[in-house]
Structures are given as C-alpha cells and as structure tokens.
C-alpha cells in the first residue's frame, strides 16, 4: 500500500500514465485514421523535451527538440496517407493523450515508480457496466492484452523511465509505428512507399540520435561528479 505523499503520487501517476491515457488513445484510434493518431502520439518526445526544462530543471536542449520534430515528420509519412480526415475530438482526444502521458513519464522521473492506480475500475463499472461472461476466447484475448501488453509492456516502461533520461524514453515512443510497419511488412506482405521509406528512415534517425545524446549526457554527468 502507499504510504503518506505517495497516496497522492500514485493516483496522479496512475490517472496520468493509464487511468487518462489509455481512454484517449482508443478514443482517437476509434475516431481517426490510425496514421493521424500515431502521429499525434509521436508529439509525446516534444512535450517532454518542454516539461523536461520546466519540470525537472534540465537546461533546455535544441537536440532534443530538432530530433523531436524529425521524428513526428517521420512518423506522418510512414504512417499518414491520402485518406486521412480529422476528426476534432479524435484530434483534441490523440493530444490530449499524449500530453498526459507526457506529464506522467516527466513526474514518473521526478517521483520514482508508482505503486500503483485504480482510476478505471470505477470508471469503467458506471459507464459501461459489469462485464459480460467470458467464453475461452476471450479469455486468451483479455491474458494476452493483459500480460504481455500490460503487466510487462509496463514493468518495462517504468524501468526505462527510471534508469535513462527523460527524453531519451520519450523518443522510444516512436518505435511503435517503426515496429507496426515493419510487421505489416513481414506478416502481411505489405511494402512501403519509398515516402514511407523515408519516414522510416527519419524515425530510426531521431530514436539513435535521441540515445547516441542521453548516453554522452550520462557519461558527462558521471565525469563532473567524479571531479
């Protein structure tokens, strides 16, 4: 159970990281072209570079914020084609969610690992109700949604968040549309443009270059400690 502050802690970091994000995110993927939304998602490394200097003091970085922006480029010629309409609240719903999860990552830093969060049980129980019976299918569904997509996607995360700078995490976000297009590739033989080719290429770009940076602010950070 949390103990003092972190009662507070813990259900702002779990309404911030899940309890609010995840309702957006499929509220923008229900209502926009999966291209747009990833792109709305891949804004999340920009807003931390900004929260990065308000929020935990870090000196403000052109690296991270130029890295930042070729990365959503990349993502929106990966990902976005020429049917894409916008729909204003899957629009507001796809930043929304991304700002949130922005904050969350950033106070994550600041606070240390949550111990846990609630936020949807109640939510969930008013809006839509007790659950309906589960047969032997979904149950595998709801194991693999929430084992390898949940409790380990997130055991990892949160370990990232805790042993790499902020904004080196933020700019891993953009490997979900890297890896989704290379699935499709694999698995459903589809081939990419060469202007998704080129968004692939500048989304590799900003992830190495994004790495490549925290590891020399590490090993500098190190050295002037040592001294």
């Not at 204003?88 to 106070?107: N, R, S, Y």
């Not at 459903?188 to 020399?216: M, N, W, Y």
Request: charged share 10%.
């Amino acid at each position: 159970m949390p103990h003092g502050r972190w009662w507070l802690k813990a259900a702002v970091l779990g309404v911030l990281n899940i309890g609010v994000f995840l309702p957006l995110l499929f509220v923008a993927a229900e209502r926009l072209p999966g291209g747009v939304a990833a792109t709305l998602g891949a804004v999340q490394p920009l807003a931390v570079a900004v929260l990065a200097v308000t929020v935990l003091h870090q000196p403000p970085s052109t690296w991270s914020f130029a890295w930042g922006i070729v990365g959503v480029a990349g993502v929106g010629l990966l990902v976005i084609g020429p049917d894409a309409d916008v729909d204003v609240v899957g629009l507001l719903a796809g930043l929304g969610g991304a700002g949130a999860m922005a904050v969350g990552v950033t106070l994550t830093k600041r606070w240390g690992r949550p111990e846990g969060g609630l936020f949807l049980l109640p939510v969930t129980l008013l809006v839509e109700g007790a659950p309906p019976a589960v047969d032997a299918s979904s149950a595998l569904g709801y194991l693999w949604l929430g084992l390898p997509g949940g409790l380990l996607a997130y055991v990892l995360w949160f370990r990232g968040i805790a042993t790499l700078p902020v904004t080196s995490v933020a700019v891993l976000t953009l490997l979900s549309p890297v890896v989704a297009a290379l699935l499709g590739a694999v698995l459903l033989d589809e081939s990419l443009t060469p202007i998704q080719s080129a968004g692939f290429v500048c989304c590799l770009a900003a992830i190495v270059a994004g790495h490549d940076r925290s590891k020399t602010f590490i090993a500098s950070t190190s050295a002037g400690s040592a001294r």
